[in-house]
């Protein structure tokens, strides 16, 4: 996919700020003290870490653990377990409908019933469960795609229910949302079987390799009757031909990951917790590496072998393992391409493969999805053509885990932390967790809001921001300026006396996406407002507007704001639907 940073614009010169007069009052202000402005948050506060530990014994949830039984590492450092709950599906499902019904819910592990002694650490809140079904077209042969889905369809009948909550998206050079959000199984599974009749880029990459291949293998057994040019002319060639293929399936890579990152991104700002299945039919580790090898040994040429740093797109995958972590996103990916028969292995093949490049070619293409899955905690289906098995892996694990939690205090900026779980009595299950912990900034994390809330809405708006357009101005061939109101209730700002004015800062983040799933980059800017004191105090105004300029592409758009109180630390999101002729 091909993003569009400059989706949306601010267009700097004509950003005003303009006080509006509305009925209310206002407090005395002192000298010193802050007017007006929501609760302000206590620096002292801590953040609770949570991380969810799947614990089984050759596949199976391993049950009656307790808080004793884990042991929980910050960078090395024992991290005492101040949360901590067993849940399973009955758990989850009982809280989920209390939660509707506002009925209290049973007592569980952390939790001690009344009359008894509370345990030492304390119940876990159950969250909302969002998961992404990412189905790349783009990688994904039609025959293996279809099989898979089938299951895919099996595995969302199942399991689709309150407080589960899934998403379609389609990848195929561009991202698009097939289905947003929503618990009703007919819903997906009818997004899913939209997508059947989709082709994308990976049997184009196939069916060239398959020709490098032959022409390698004709290369080889060609008779060139003694003349060395004619010779050195033909390999030369072959080898420009599997660079050239590195590079175009580097390319593709690097947008693939692109959209990845996206979807990773509009997760970002959603409370609860956050999975991603991805089911393509593998990406290449090092792009072009496995033909590459076929040269080496075809030719007789390791130096080939050198060119592999400049295509490896291991640190790639290091960035959206990474990226996932910091917003809790589990990764799980499904191999669709099954117990797949090498090229040049299968009965029709007209040439013979070396055995050692074909291993290393498909190795390539499932370590990548190996990688994405145990660094985030979830899990890689491969090496089967009945992925049924490996779904109801990725089921249990919607609903049965444990919930560790353990706090800490704000750092004030991005920091990544390395953590490890540890059983302290020495049983051998397998864990599955998080590696990794990110410590956002506040500016982070309302800036993951407002991109989230250009696919999700978020309902958080305590400063009762509202957010209306005017009539789009001329201003590019393919862009129009569309005017932008931002208005915001002034009595839910700190705002500071300073001599005789009274003064606020905030901060403003917007963000555009297009109905063709094209996201802009969340643009931020400090603002300062000042208003006589006197004035403030006696006339009522309570409302304070921003007007702006967008430059947005054609089409219909969606605009998203978020308005922070850097004094209280608060924020409020709204979001307006403009269509751009």
Do not use: C
């Amino acid at each position: 996919m091909t993003l569009n940073p400059s989706a949306v614009r601010i267009v700097p010169a004509i950003l005003t700020g303009v006080v509006l007069a509305v009925i209310g009052g206002a407090a005395s202000a002192q000298e010193g003290t802050a007017v007006g402005g929501l609760a302000f948050v206590d620096e002292v506060q801590v953040t609770v870490v949570n991380v969810d530990v799947y614990v089984r014994d050759g596949g199976r949830p391993v049950t009656g653990l307790g808080v004793e039984d884990f042991r929980i590492l910050q960078n090395g450092v024992e991290m005492p377990i101040s949360h901590f709950a067993e849940l399973d599906a009955e758990v989850i499902r009982e809280r989920a409908a209390a939660a509707v019904s506002n009925a209290p819910p049973r007592a569980e592990v952390g939790e001690a019933p009344a009359g008894e002694t509370a345990a030492p650490a304390q119940a876990v809140e159950i969250k909302p469960i969002w998961t992404v079904l990412f189905i790349d077209n783009e990688n994904l042969r039609t025959i293996d795609r279809n099989r898979v889905l089938r299951r895919v369809r099996d595995f969302v009948a199942a399991n689709l229910e309150p407080p589960v909550q899934m998403m379609v998206v389609s990848y195929q050079r561009s991202l698009e949302v097939l289905q947003p959000f929503t618990s009703s199984p007919s819903e997906v599974n009818g997004a899913l079987r939209s997508v059947v009749d989709r082709t994308g880029g990976r049997e184009e990459r196939d069916s060239a390799q398959r020709d490098l291949l032959r022409d390698m293998a004709d290369a080889r057994n060609q008779d060139y009757g003694g003349k060395v040019n004619t010779q050195a002319g033909a390999e030369l060639d072959m080898r420009q031909r599997v660079t050239a293929f590195a590079a175009d399936e580097a390319d593709s890579l690097r947008n693939t990951m692109g959209a990845l990152r996206q979807v990773i991104a509009m997760l970002s700002g959603i409370d609860g917790r956050k999975s991603l299945i991805y089911v393509s039919s593998g990406l290449p580790m090092e792009p072009g590496v496995g033909l590459m090898h076929d040269y080496a040994m075809t030719f007789n040429d390791q130096s080939i072998l050198s060119m592999r740093g400049r295509y490896d797109a291991t640190r790639l995958f290091h960035e959206l393992a990474s990226q996932a972590n910091a917003q809790e996103v589990s990764l799980y990916a499904i191999d669709a391409s099954g117990l797949d028969t090498a090229d040049g292995f299968d009965a029709d093949s007209a040439y013979s493969r070396d055995p050692t490049a074909a291993s290393i070619g498909s190795r390539n293409y499932q370590a990548s999805l190996t990688y994405m899955a145990e660094a985030t905690g979830g899990l890689a289906v491969i090496n089967t053509n009945d992925v049924s098995g490996g779904l109801r892996q990725i089921a249990d694990d919607l609903y049965s885990y444990y919930s560790l939690g353990y706090t800490v205090g704000p750092s004030g900026e991005d920091r990544v932390n390395r953590i490890e779980v540890e059983l302290t009595g020495g049983q051998s299950y397998d864990l599955r967790y998080r590696r990794r912990y990110v410590d956002r900034s506040y500016d982070s994390l309302i800036q993951d809001r407002v991109f989230t809330s250009l696919v999700v809405d978020i309902d958080d708006n305590p400063m009762a921001v509202e957010l209306t357009t005017g009539e789009a101005l001329p201003g590019t061939a393919t862009q129009r300026i569309v005017p932008v109101h931002l208005s915001f209730d002034l009595g839910a700002v700190a705002l500071m006396p300073v001599g005789d004015e009274l003064v606020a800062r905030i901060v403003v983040f917007v963000g555009a996406r297009d109905d063709e799933g094209r996201n802009s980059e969340v643009q931020r800017q400090e603002h300062e407002i000042r208003l006589p004191a006197a004035e403030y105090l006696t006339d009522g105004r309570t409302r304070f507007g921003l007007d702006f300029r967008l430059l947005l592409e054609q089409g219909r758009q969606r605009i998203a704001v978020g308005v922070m109180d850097p004094m209280t630390r608060q924020a409020s999101y709204a979001r307006a639907v403009v269509t751009v002729p």
